[in-house]
């Protein structure tokens, strides 16, 4: 039983109001050694990108180094002025998500639609 | 008078070109026979002489007869007088102690008498001989050792790789070996052999003497240990039968004869049978400091035609640590004052090393701290043999079933442990909600016991005990560390955001907040630990 690879698609959407939107879907397991899949597409995208959505659907393990990288990406996106959502957590993961206090700085969203409209609010 | 002067200035000029030349011709060549050929030749042609050899070399050049070369060689008297029909002339050649190595012979034509000058020209000509033939010689014998060498590298590399390549994986248990030669090829022997029922034979052994004669008895030795361990013959038998055959093996044998300690490991009773053979004592220190020795229960191999052994047993409880040596470990010197047994025990009783490759580390940096450097004198083995910390459950009033696995200090095989102890809770009736908190508990509890406390060192283990009660699942992640990681309070989001506070440090935090009860404990002896427990009922606790 050995760790699954992080998988991470790029994609752009728009938000309701036609906003450009860019999506980091992540698929596998999340920990310290998916720093180039985080961090390394986190910082690949396009400095004028204001918007990210941070899908985890696909994510099956998180543990805390896992977590301790979306921080760093969300600390990267707060000193270039970008706006991040995130859906798509298991039950489980939100419970984690909220004990470490990381809603303070990003709301966690029952499913895309719903983190796509929070752009537009 | 002046035409027979400049005549004579003539010769000697041409003389000396001659002697330049020779000199040249000899110091071409470092290939003995070329430098014996020109010399001889030159001699011959030069001076119009029948023929010259040397008195050592079976090279001749011109017309020497076969009987006046064997009369004159090295060693014979003088010739006798009927093999003088020809006049000879002897030059002896002497190396730099000023000993004669060589006689450079010439045979004169009848009735050929040298004059001044060209007995000046020999004498010379032997001189420049003596520098090239010693010169080649020496070449020679750099070749040969150069042959000597390359042999012994190849001896060396063979002896490497006899020594086991890779610690077996024992269940429970962690070996560690090193063996340091102090020469190319060494005389101590270390073996160890799994065998198909689970066992493992162990044989540290020292052949007396050192170097190539006692590595080549260390070799004969080792195929005829290994053929009787797999014959499946006792360890007792196996020491009466090696002294024996030993023994046989003749006077060269019995000189270089063998101390040996064989051990027989069975790591599901967990007992150690060990049988000595003259060789040093080895340490078994209880996790409590209590020592057993391993004595000498009979002579060294090969010493004598008979020599009974007896076994000698023992338990090996969990943190017990055994240290086999060879008394190189010991003849270790600071200026007159030995190392020996007494400082070696000292320092494995004192020895806070967390695995048994650590523990050789730390040996052979003792041992090079109080030598000072000094040049290691004899050939160098240790083993050491651990059996892994398990911490005892704590006795309770209830029945409990325990649970035990162990994984490697490599980060993503925690999700082993957290899926046994996932299966464990779900079939004592946790909800998944429980259970998702367990799984990221225990994985937090491995990956702080690999990172912290195993140094994601991957031949340390990371044992995972897991114990069901009535209504409370206890899981333990034991590491090799001496205590837990440096407890971090809750995390502070905004710290992290604004870089005051590293954005990890959070593994603690989430055990404590997911489980219902969590205990660190630490100990240098038997390993660090953290304790969880889960309970179908926490509100009634």
Redo the contacts between chains.
Sequence with gaps: MSEKVTQVKTEAVQSNSGASITVLRYAGDITSASKAAVLGTFQGLPEDTKRVLLDFSGVDYLNSSGIALVIQLMIAASKRGQSVQTFGLKPHFIKVFTMVGITKYTKLHPDEQSARAAFSA | MEISEALLAQQQVVRLQALLEASRQLHSTIELEEVLHIALQIVVRELELDGAFFSTFAQTYGKVAADLQAALSAGAADAPDDLLQQPVLRFPLCDKAGATFTELIVVLPPDRVLDLDETDFLESLAVQATVAIENARFHQRALQWQRVESDLAAARQVQLSLIPQEMPDIPSYLLGARSVTCYEVGGDYLDIVSMPSGETVIVVADVAGKGLASALIGMSFRSAIRAMVHAGLSLVEIATQMNLLHYNEGEEARHRYVTGVLFRLDPVAHTLEAVNAGHTSAFLVADDATLTKIKASGTPFGLLPFSSYAPQVVKLEPGMRLLVYTDGMTEVFHGEDEFGEARLLQWFLDCKETSPDRVLGSLWDTLGTFSDGQEQSDDMTALVLFRNASPRPIPMDEPRTYFEIQIPSR??????AM?TAADLARSMGFDE?RI??LK?AV??AC?NAMEHGNKLDETLPVGIILSTGADSLEVRVVDTGTGPPVHTAA????K??H?EE???G??M??IE?LVDEVEWVSSQRTGSYARMVIRLNPDEE
């Design positions: 980060l993503g095989s925690e999700k082993v899926t909600d998702e908190d990221t994985a937090e990956i995390p502070d989001i905004d992290k955001m870089e590293t954005p990890r959070m593994g935090f989430l907040s």
